[in-house]
């Protein structure tokens, strides 16, 4: 910048603005609308607010979401062999996003869902994590470390739970290499995604492991979270939500509304998702989860970095004795929140008020739905041949 200018220097995203437009020689009119106020959002948000980037916003649906319980809940009535309660709800999905066909396809998926009685979706909270590395003297130093933290883990979660009403720590992995000692640390958060809260309960406790025993923290983050990272790790154990979901969809209602037969998807399925996935090295198995996710996360004030986990994730199909769909996706690691974060803005508040959840696990719930509807829908196109076609008519600028 000329003379030494920081953006620091300026009080108002109007200055910032009109300070680039001299700068650049250009107009940032439509940078300089937006309806949020900036006292609430830089520093919590955002730094060097200069405007708003408006991304067009849609709604899908209502897709019917059944047997809204959490995964524990239905273990825990199993085990007690009593009747499952069945509860259905609708959700309107919004969309924000750049890209034609998409709402439409969902759309498509939510009512060959609906029609079809509905997603049977079920949501267990793994919690948030965040893993540090310390750094020990040998092998031996690492492995008492961790039998440390074992023993002492009471005392730690009592820590952690001090700096934050929210949160609970629930259970920690561990993995030594060489002299570095890996820990990964699970939470329950509430409503609230919870990353910092994560991130300062980790803080506290780093330190009171590093007066306890020999080792360093190197770094609060080790990579073993793993955060906004796509790994093995978040597919096998699980990050934030895991979320499973499924719908049985009779042949007729595949032939009208789908165009296509329950064969022709399952095996788009096998062969793109399952053995497409397998010859690319892929950690996805399935069509466009971030896709769906995107959409979502960005209409809803969610932080888009985690679009990146919930790509992961597979998608199945069979087809049933009597020649109907059995469709499923599984989703292990959904990194969401209904407070905090980005859903405070006003519009991300319009569009949960759209969704009309009452938490995040019935949040994560309706977004298993969405998804599944989606994935349904693109891969009944891709099925039909109908891909290209569909992009071409809503997904191009009409030049007529």
């Known amino acids: 910048m000329k003379n030494n200018t920081s953006f620091r220097d300026f009080h108002s995203a109007q200055k910032r603005r009109e300070f680039l437009e001299k700068e650049l020689n250009i107009k940032l009119d439509n940078t300089g609308s937006f309806s949020f106020p900036e006292e609430t959002t830089i520093g919590r948000n955002i730094e060097n607010l200069i405007g708003a980037a408006q991304i067009p916003l849609g709604v899908a649906g209502p897709v019917r979401v059944k047997s809204l319980r959490t995964c524990s809940q239905v273990r825990k009535t199993l085990r007690q062999q009593a009747v499952l309660e069945s509860r259905v709800k609708e959700f309107y999905i919004p969309l924000a996003t750049t890209e034609g066909a998409l709402v439409a396809s969902i759309s498509r998926g939510c009512k060959a869902t609906s029609e079809s009685g509905g997603v049977n979706v079920y949501v267990e909270n793994v919690g948030i994590t965040r893993g540090p590395v310390f750094k020990l003297n040998n092998l ?98 699980g990050r934030g939500k895991k979320v499973w979901a499924e719908c049985i969809l009779p042949k007729q209602v595949v032939a009208d509304i789908l165009k296509v037969t329950p064969k022709e998807i399952t095996e788009v399925v096998e062969r793109k998702c399952h053995l497409g996935s397998m010859m690319s090295g892929s950690l996805g198995f399935n069509s466009h989860f971030a896709n769906i996710a995107a959409a979502i996360f960005a209409a809803t004030g969610q932080d888009l970095a985690h679009v990146t986990e919930a790509s992961l994730g597979v998608t199945s199909a069979e087809i049933l004795d009597n020649g109907d769909l059995y469709f499923s996706i599984y989703l292990p690691s959904l990194i969401v929140g209904t407070v905090g974060g980005g859903t405070h803005l006003p519009t991300q508040q319009e569009a949960l008020k759209i969704m009309k959840v009452t938490g995040v696990l019935e949040y994560a719930m309706a977004v298993g739905g969405a998804i599944l509807s989606g994935e349904l829908s693109l891969i009944a196109s891709l099925a039909e041949g109908s891909l290209a076609k569909a992009h071409k008519k809503l997904g191009r600028k009409s030049r007529g």
């Open 140 to 237: 031996g130093e690492a492995m008492r470390t961790e039998i440390w933290i074992e023993k002492n883990f009471k005392t730690l979660a009592k820590l952690a739970e001090s700096t934050s009403s929210h949160l609970k720590l629930l259970k920690a992995d561990y993995q030594v290499l060489g002299r570095n000692l890996f820990v990964r640390f699970y939470f329950d958060t509430g409503d609230a995604m919870g990353m910092n809260m994560a991130t300062f309960a980790t803080d506290a406790m780093a330190k009171l492991i590093e007066q306890k025993t020999k080792a360093q923290c190197i770094s609060l983050s080790g990579n073993f979270c793993v955060d906004k990272k796509p790994s093995w790790s978040n597919f096998i154990l």
